[in-house]
């Protein structure tokens, strides 16, 4: 199985983060058409930071859209219920 030149590079680069900014490779940025100023997001997993593309900044939200998986309300109220009665001050 061949990668793509981008999967190649992204094994192959380290990138020292300086000043809070971070540098993408070149072969990334061009396979991704990332031009100066380019808007990214940034967004913690628990295995680390997932980069994608932002658009031109105004629709941050609709970007995310199916990067994480959907909860069921129902579940989702119930953990909560939970974690409020745990943390409750007695």
């Known amino acids: 199985m061949k990668m793509n030149t981008a999967a190649q590079t992204q094994t192959q ?3 020292q983060i300086s000043k809070g900014r971070i540098t993408i ?3 990334l940025r061009e396979e991704y058409e990332l031009q100066e100023g380019a808007y990214i997001l940034l ?3 628990e ?3 997932m980069v994608k593309r932002g658009g ?3 629709g941050e939200m609709k970007s995310l859209r199916g990067s994480v998986k959907e ?3 129902e579940k989702a109220s119930k953990f909560i219920r939970e974690l409020r009665s745990k943390w409750r001050i007695k």
Do not use: A, F
Request: glycine content about 16%; charged content about 20%.
């Open 13 to 15: 680069t380290r990138t």
């Open 25 to 27: 490779p070149e072969p």
């Open 43 to 45: 967004i913690p997993l």
């Open 47 to 49: 295995e680390g930071i």
């Open 56 to 58: 031109s900044g105004g």
């Open 71 to 73: 909860v069921e309300v």
